[in-house]
């Protein structure tokens, strides 16, 4: 539980602009490098279609909202530095960036798609620059960045697991905690390089290298938020992104901010993810605010179906953390919690949870007396092993079970 995702990438992309959207707060937000200095944190939401529809029930969320039948579960965010070509030797804000990643479990990479920086995040004439480029030098750096944390005290780590006749994992994992990197992460990373985990000694610099990248790969799942796409050579790039094998998604970070704000003071109809907006109050708009909206409409509406802003946050948990929804309930008959609340929690679990780890997440006393679950769909019972399924609401029977 508790997922992060980290906004990240080059500086002076709209990383702040795209933070600032998801969670409507206030921050720093300027057209130079290096604006962001201190990572700023906040709480987005993941939308999904409720259950309540399909159960015909009118809810009473607790933990999350419902509007229109869309459930909004509330994740956290965070916006990173920006980070340039030798960040891992301090350049830039440097490995202030590094350490703001660390505890991210997933990243949403922010590029310039309409070519308008350079490496250093300064401004360019637009399209001049490629934002592929932007790309390898984020995944190089932090590749470098592990790279060097893993071969500090690697000697030693060597020595002792071949000592011990064990895996490196068993003595490496513990350096690499704080990243969020299991010793399950490094046995994967072993494996699909087919290197030896009991003969790390043996290990060139370049199986090292694979290695530290495989690692990133597996612990910190990326996709690409192509931004700007409000403007020209976007188009090209976001094709040329998607070409290279990266998970794409055009965004226009700046349109969703401003909807997001139009939206909260009502002068729009618009829901984050919604595919189109509507004026509420058209006399209380300025010209200025008329012709923004008309631009915006035109040239991410009916370019792009919309700003990509929220498909980003939802694709990071649903795609590349493979999170469900699961909704508990204590009274599985009436779908309510003890308080008459109909459907209040949805949590987002990891796919392959079963119903005990589950009882686990909500309450450990809930775990330790569990008997059973039960469907509410079907009214069934289920077994400790029940693997949780997409969008179950589900009753935990506990012999603890804490009121
Ligand atoms: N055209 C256009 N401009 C954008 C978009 N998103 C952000 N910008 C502009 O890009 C510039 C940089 O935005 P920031 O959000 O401060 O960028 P950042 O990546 O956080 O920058 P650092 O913190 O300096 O690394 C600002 O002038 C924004 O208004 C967008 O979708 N389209
Ligand atoms: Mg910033």
């Known amino acids: 539980m508790g997922l992060l995702v980290g906004i990240v990438g080059k500086a002076n992309v709209g990383k702040s602009t795209f933070f600032s959207a998801l969670t409507l707060k206030v921050v720093e937000i300027a057209g130079f490098p290096f604006t962001t200095i201190k990572a700023n944190r906040g709480v987005a939401y993941v939308r999904t279609p409720c259950v309540c529809r399909e159960f ?6 607790v933990n999350s909202a419902c509007i229109d039948g869309i459930r909004l579960i509330p994740v956290e965010v965070i916006d990173c530095p920006g980070l340039i070509r030798g960040a891992h030797m301090g350049k830039g804000l440097g490995n202030q960036f590094l350490d703001e990643v660390r505890r991210a479990d997933a990243l949403i990479v922010v590029c310039d798609a309409a070519g308008e920086t350079d490496d250093n995040g300064q401004p360019v004439p637009l399209g001049s620059h490629d934002p592929l480029n932007d790309i390898k030098i984020f995944e190089s750096e932090f590749d470098e960045w592990l790279l060097a944390l893993i071969r500090k005290d690697w000697d030693r780590i060597v020595r002792m697991a071949e000592a011990a006749r064990e895996e490196i994992g068993k003595y490496l994992e513990e350096k690499l905690t704080g990243l969020g990197i299991n010793r399950g992460n490094i046995s994967e990373a072993v494996d699909r390089l087919g290197l030896d985990a009991y003969r790390a000694g043996r290990w060139s610099i370049e199986d090292l290298k694979r290695f530290a990248s495989e690692l990133r790969r597996i612990s910190k799942p990326l996709l690409i938020a192509a931004n700007k796409a409000d403007k020209d050579p976007a188009e ?10 990266y998970h794409v998604i055009p965004t226009c970070a700046e349109a969703e901010l401003a909807l997001r704000r139009a ?5 729009i109809r618009y829901n984050p993810g919604d595919r189109d907006f509507e004026i509420q109050n058209p006399s209380a708009l300025s010209d200025a605010q008329r012709r923004a909206l008309e631009v915006i409409r035109e040239r991410v509406f009916r370019k792009w179906g919309g700003t990509g802003v929220q498909d980003a946050i939802d694709q990071a948990f649903f795609k590349l953390l493979d999170v469900i929804p699961v909704y508990p309930v204590e009274d599985a008959e009436k779908l309510t919690d003890h308080h008459g609340r109909v459907l209040p929690d949805c949590y987002l679990i990891p796919r392959g949870t079963t119903a005990k780890e589950f009882a686990g997440l909500i309450h ?3 775990m330790e007396g569990f ?12 077994g400790e092993d029940y693997v949780l399924k997409e969008n179950d609401v589900i009753q935990i ?3 603890k079970a804490k009121r």
Request: overall charge positive.
């Open 236 to 245: 090209r790039n976001v094709e040329r992104l998607r070409e290279a094998g």
């Open 364 to 366: 450990t006393e809930l």
């Open 56 to 61: 015909n029930v009118r809810d009473n969320p």
């Open 397 to 399: 029977v506990s012999a």
């Open 263 to 267: 939206s909260s003071s009502g002068l």
């Open 371 to 382: 008997i059973h679950a039960i469907d509410a769909r079907t009214g069934r019972r289920l």
